[in-house]
């Protein structure tokens, strides 16, 4: 059975779109649906391209508003920490099926995430219906089991994460978790494995002022200069944050087509202090994608939210309305700026990922729409979110929302001391 949806605007011309077996296969005014086709009337809506959040920790939904303005080491050694220390398999499937959740309600039906029980983290994005690329976080300072535990823990969890990739909307992918969490020997042989077996990373990168001297004392390179000797930059590559970058290593991220995620809600809520370097990440030619961070550090998974900022952010450091326009961001923030983010257009053979926008309400009305979807919508305005041509929300209803809600509630108290 496919979808067809009906009389949906497009470009400012009222059109069909039908979708079977995850796939666009019609879109034009002629399209009609076929016998056992489900059927959504758009009329008065817009169908637009979906948001991709290029970087997160789905499951710190449980962490919510727990530990806010608080200096960064301050809020992790008081209260991140401790509450990770309690996780449980099951908290981590329920706070990523929430975060799911609030996903498809704000428009994104793609994320990359690292977190803990990534095995569980797959299991709620199976059962959500959204995309993921998803890593466990591999970290191995300060432990005396070395080289060794560190292959185990890596290549279990690709091994734990790979029965979910048979969906055709999960990837497994490697998570180092940061240059000052694992070591340089254990950095090399991922660079390696990478390169033997094709795999994907995500790690965070250059988020402070202080892992950048560090490192540089350390090792005498830069941190992108560092992963780059051992053999982690390139085009599955995601590195998040970067706002310490310097334009040396935006040209090595740009030569290698490696993606930099920024983050600029968390950023500037831990008060990293420095913006991410856009205008010259731009000249460089470097790949861009837009993350949220955990919800701990952000408090939201509304790219829509975090659209404006990202603009708003960039205008204010360059002194330059005119930089990073509407389109622009938006480009970024649906991930159509980096091919491994996986973003994509609306037409005919691609992905059935789409979202019907309300036109009716005030956010969006009147005005250009990039320009209302940026500068005034929140995902309040998204009515009905489709990925891989499965219908995830329509009518702003999401089934099973309830129980979500209610799993994640009866956790919190365990796991925050609340």
């Known amino acids: ?20 077996d995850g796939v ?36 710190m939904t449980l962490f919510r508003s727990f530990g806010d303005d608080m200096p960064l080491r301050t809020w992790l050694e008081t209260r991140i920490w401790p509450a990770e220390a309690r996780l449980r398999p099951d908290d981590v499937y329920w706070g990523t099926r929430l975060a799911c959740l609030e996903m498809i309600r704000s428009g ?8 803990w029980h990534a095995p569980e983290a797959a299991r709620a994005v199976h059962d959500s219906g959204l995309r993921a690329v998803l890593a466990a976080p591999l970290i191995d300072t300060g432990k005396a089991s070395g080289l060794a535990a560190f292959k185990d823990d890596a290549l279990g969890s690709l091994e734990r994460i790979r029965p979910f ?26 660079g390696e494995l990478m390169a033997e077996r094709g795999l994907g990373c995500q790690i965070h990168l250059s988020e402070t002022r202080r892992e950048v001297e560090d490192c540089v004392a350390e ?22 944050h970067g706002c310490w970058l310097d334009p040396h290593e935006l040209a090595l991220l740009a030569e290698t087509g490696t993606t930099v995620a920024t983050v600029p809600v968390s950023n500037l809520k831990l008060a990293v202090g420095r913006h991410f370097p856009y205008l010259d990440a731009l000249a460089a030619g470097v ?75 005030p956010e969006v009305s009147p005005g250009d729409l990039d320009a209302n979807l940026v500068y005034a919508a929140t995902g309040a305005v998204v009515d009905t979110t489709v990925v891989a041509g499965r219908v995830l929300m329509r009518g702003r209803r999401v089934a099973g929302d309830e129980e979500i809600l209610a799993e994640v509630r009866g956790r919190v108290g365990r796991l925050t001391g609340g």
């Not at 994104?108 to 977190?115: K, S, V």
Request: glycine fraction near 10%; hydrophobic fraction near 45%; aromatic fraction near 4%.
């Open 165 to 190: 990739e048979a969906t055709g909307r999960i990837l497994a992918t490697l998570g180092p978790h940061a240059l000052y969490t694992v070591s340089r020997p254990s950095l090399e042989w991922l």
């Open 24 to 59: 666009i296969v019609a879109l034009g005014p002629e399209v009609v649906p076929e016998p056992g086709d489900e059927v959504l009337d758009a009329h008065g809506m817009a169908l637009v391209p979906p948001m991709v959040n290029a970087h997160t920790h789905a499951a």
């Open 1 to 20: 059975m496919g979808l067809t949806v009906l009389r949906a605007s497009l470009a400012g011309a009222e059109v069909g779109v039908r979708a079977d």
């Open 287 to 361: 790949r861009l994608g837009l993350g949220t961070d955990g919800t701990a550090s952000n408090n939201s998974l509304d790219l829509f939210q975090d659209v404006k900022v990202l603009s708003l952010v960039q205008k204010f450091a360059a002194e330059d309305p005119a930089v990073m326009p509407a389109s622009e961001a938006l480009a970024i923030a649906r991930g159509q700026r980096s091919p491994h983010l996986g973003g994509c257009a609306i037409e005919p053979g691609g992905p059935a990922d789409f979202l019907l926008v309300q036109l009716d309400t």
């Open 108 to 115: 994104t039906a793609r994320f990359f995430d690292m977190y």
């Open 219 to 240: 090792t005498g390179l830069r941190p992108a200069e560092l992963l780059h000797a051992c053999g982690l930059l390139g085009p599955r590559t995601v590195v998040a």
